[in-house]
């Protein structure tokens, strides 16, 4: 529902000392009376009154907005991705989360030097938990064709890979922290007015320090590359099968940080 909010100041004019104000789009209604306040105070309370459902009309219609442009996306490929194994579908719902995290959902003991630390790390963290790593960001590039995006072969319905390191001067393979922003996730900085295209994502971040927020995630499907699920392999390309996926907020540093604290 869109009310004009035009209409709701010129009620202001009309009402003195005795009116209702029923905001339906709120599922309820607000009576004020002229026993309950003065015609100042209620003129004040109305004021109020307009002004929060002002912010809650913005905040619904981007919401709605948002809706509508995540929900194409899951029409198309939805949140198990087309994956036939259930552990599998059920790991795509994860990657697909489009909630934000809140400041409860965060654990802030995590650093990306802990993510790093050797030994195998299958249980060390939760997939409920959330993260903000500060890291340099190595390099981004296309995700690959992956059943949690229905194996489009569509730039902007592919991951956005982003390899992370704790020190710019050693980017060995198995030093290497994986950490992906999503189609769905994309699609919702694209609402506001955000570039995250992976070539945007490149040109801003690559080179630079930053800090990353998401959800931890552990990618079961990659934990024979990974250097602490399966030490030692040559073929390693990663030092942990643990990522931040999806990421949902990511801010440059204007200086270097020290990573190497715990």
């Not at 609402?191 to 690559?206: E, M, P, V």
Request: charged share 25%; hydrophobic share 35%; proline share 3%.
């Amino acid at each position: 529902m869109r009310l004009n909010l035009t209409i709701l100041k010129k009620i202001k004019l009309v009402v003195k000392l005795s009116f209702v104000v029923c905001l339906t789009f709120f599922g309820s209604c607000q009576f004020i009376t002229e026993k309950q306040s003065t015609a100042n105070v209620a003129d004040e309370q109305l004021n109020n009154l307009i002004d929060e459902f002002s912010k809650k009309l913005n905040e619904v219609n981007l919401s709605d907005s948002i809706s509508k442009k995540v929900n194409s996306v899951k029409n198309d490929c939805p949140d198990e991705g087309n994956a036939i194994p259930e552990h599998i579908r059920e790991l795509n719902i994860l990657k697909n989360r489009i909630q934000i995290p809140q400041e409860n959902n965060f654990d802030l003991s995590i650093t990306l030097q802990k993510m790093l630390e050797a030994g195998n790390d299958v249980n060390r963290w939760s997939n409920k938990k959330a993260v903000k790593i500060k890291a340099f960001v190595y390099d981004i590039k296309p995700g690959g064709v992956e059943t949690c995006n229905c194996k489009s072969k569509e730039a902007n319905q592919k991951d956005a890979h982003i390899e992370l390191l704790l020190d710019p001067n050693n980017s060995s393979k198995n030093k290497r922290v994986v950490a992906e922003v999503t189609p769905r996730i994309r699609d919702i900085m694209n609402l506001n007015g955000i570039n995250w295209s992976t070539r945007s994502l490149r040109d801003k971040y690559l080179g630079r320090f930053v800090e990353i927020e998401g959800w931890l995630l552990f990618d079961i499907e990659h934990k024979n590359a990974a250097e602490n699920t399966n030490p030692g392999r040559q073929k390693n390309w990663r030092a942990t099968s643990w990522e931040i996926h999806p990421i949902t907020s990511i801010k440059l540093l204007d200086k270097n940080p020290n990573l190497f604290q715990k």
